[in-house]
């Protein structure tokens, strides 16, 4: 990859960094790939440039990534499979990281019966709605933004759609995994127009990390 340390303002490649649980995996991976990127997490600044990678990062919502990157305001990011599944935004899906592994799964409590309209409760009501039209059943999804396996508890919901990644969250609430719908890691995305206009930098950036990806994958 082609970097001088004399990249300044639109020569840097824009990042959009997660803020929260990704941020750390995604700062090693960088790292172990030969970027010199500080811990962005010690301070408030929003826009953070480290010439010396070649980057400038912005720290955003996880959420929030694919809409930066299709805007074109950063020129690629960092996103959960689950994000990008839900949002469905015009954006290149370049490279699977292989971090914050985890899956998405329809979730209920294990003396569940079907009703004839059965609410489910969730934070992506996108892939829910969507998994329960081609499995042909009619729900009625509601959308919670956080605390989604209270739901089944308390009578919100028969169900939810939710991520699990040990599963302590289900084990501790009394709550069983009835069917897997896809699995989910970080993925590198990037806008269309900056993947040609900046093909070289970007290019170098996903064989250096493709590199540190495959070594830790014994391939
Ligand atoms: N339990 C988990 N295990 C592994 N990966 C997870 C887990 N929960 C979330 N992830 C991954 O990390 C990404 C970011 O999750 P995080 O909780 O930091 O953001 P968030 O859901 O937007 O949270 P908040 O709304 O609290 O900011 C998710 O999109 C998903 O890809
Ligand atoms: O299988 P586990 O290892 O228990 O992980 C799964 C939990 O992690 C996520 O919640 P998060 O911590 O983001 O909390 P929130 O959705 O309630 O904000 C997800 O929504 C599950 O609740």
Do not use: H
């Amino acid at each position: 990859m082609s970097q001088t340390n004399d990249q300044t303002g639109s020569d840097l490649l824009m990042v959009a960094m997660p803020k929260g649980r990704i941020y750390k995996q995604v700062i090693r991976l960088f790292q172990e790939a030969g970027l010199s990127i500080p811990d962005l997490e010690e301070t408030r600044k929003l826009v953070i440039e480290v010439p010396e990678a070649g980057m400038s990062f912005i720290m955003v919502k996880p959420v929030d990534v694919p809409t930066f990157v299709e805007y074109g305001v950063a020129d690629i990011g960092i996103v959960g499979k689950d994000v990008l599944m839900e949002e469905n935004k015009d954006v290149y899906e370049l490279l699977d990281l292989g971090i914050a592994k985890c899956r998405m799964s329809v979730i209920g409590l294990p003396n569940w019966k079907p009703t004839i309209q059965p609410r489910v409760a969730t934070k992506y009501p996108n892939v829910a709605s969507q998994y329960f039209r081609e499995q042909g059943q009619q729900v009625e999804v509601i959308k919670l933004n956080g605390s989604i396996e209270l739901a089944p508890l308390i009578g919100l919901a028969d169900r939810i759609v939710d991520m699990v990644e040990t599963g302590q969250t289900l084990r501790e609430n009394g709550l069983v995994e009835m069917e897997q719908i896809f699995g989910i890691t970080s993925r590198l995305i990037a806008n269309r127009v900056s993947y040609r206009m900046k093909n070289e930098a970007i290019q170098g950036l996903c064989d250096r990390l493709q590199t540190v990806i495959s070594s830790a994958a014994g391939v």
